[in-house]
């Protein structure tokens, strides 16, 4: 069965109609997403590379998990959902560091992404690379990088495009 998601006006206030994923990209709805980036005790950040079948941005580094809220879902209920999905981390919700929301419209012809993004971040002491257990549909492999090397993957366009949050990123880093 197809993901269901709540469909957003264009202030991000719920509609109160929901639509399955593909008619919410195929009509261009306003929906939400969820950011996380997960950071250990050194600075390094969890990224992830997207697997090469997925829609969008196959084969990109991403921060730690992303992902769409499911209808009815809250957002910190999606961030925890979509950590332990993609990278296998489970956390509990006041390990959630809310960071900001923020609005990002693109068209990309057939695909129309008109979406809000809430953005968190998490603190991880001892995250073991050779422990994340990846979601083989989405994620094929992981690495923990530090600013420097974030901003290599950035200027060689190896990331997918998420300015605002990178940029928040590397403030709370420094």
Same mark, same amino acid.
């Given at each position: 069965?197809?993901?269901? $998601?709540? +469909?957003?006006?264009?202030?991000?206030?719920?509609?109160?109609?929901?639509?399955?994923?593909?008619? *919410?990209?195929?009509?261009?709805?306003?929906?939400?997403?969820?950011?996380?980036? @997960?950071?250990? %005790?050194?600075?390094? @950040?969890?990224?992830?590379?997207?697997?090469?079948?997925?829609?969008?941005?196959?084969?990109?580094?991403?921060?730690?998990?992303?992902?769409?809220?499911?209808?009815?879902?809250?957002?910190? %209920?999606?961030?925890?959902?979509?950590? !332990?999905?993609?990278?296998? $981390?489970?956390?509990? %919700?006041?390990?959630?560091?809310?960071?900001?929301?923020?609005?990002?419209?693109?068209?990309?012809?057939?695909?129309? &992404?008109?979406? !809000?993004?809430?953005?968190?971040? *998490?603190?991880?002491?001892?995250? &073991?690379?050779?422990? +994340?257990?990846?979601?083989?549909? %989405? *994620?094929?492999?992981?690495?923990?990088?530090?600013?420097?090397?974030?901003?290599?993957?950035?200027?060689?366009?190896? @990331? *997918?495009?998420?300015?605002? @949050?990178?940029?928040?990123?590397?403030?709370?880093?420094?």
């Amino acid at each position: 069965m197809e993901e269901m $998601i709540d +469909i957003l006006d264009k202030n991000g206030t719920k509609t109160g109609e929901i639509a399955t994923r593909k008619k *919410v990209h195929a009509k261009g709805l306003w929906h939400k997403i969820i950011v996380i980036a @997960v950071i250990d %005790e050194k600075g390094k @950040v969890l990224m992830q590379q997207r697997a090469n079948n997925v829609e969008t941005n196959p084969g990109k580094w991403d921060v730690s998990a992303a992902g769409h809220i499911s209808a009815g879902q809250t957002s910190i %209920e999606a961030a925890k959902r979509e950590l !332990f999905e993609e990278v296998g $981390i489970d956390i509990k %919700e006041n390990e959630l560091k809310y960071i900001f929301t923020y609005k990002c419209m693109k068209n990309l012809g057939d695909f129309i &992404d008109n979406q !809000f993004f809430d953005f968190y971040i *998490v603190k991880k002491d001892n995250i &073991d690379i050779k422990n +994340i257990k990846m979601q083989e549909s %989405e *994620v094929q492999q992981v690495k923990l990088c530090n600013l420097k090397e974030i901003k290599e993957m950035i200027s060689n366009q190896e @990331v *997918v495009k998420r300015d605002k @949050v990178y940029k928040e990123l590397f403030q709370y880093l420094k």
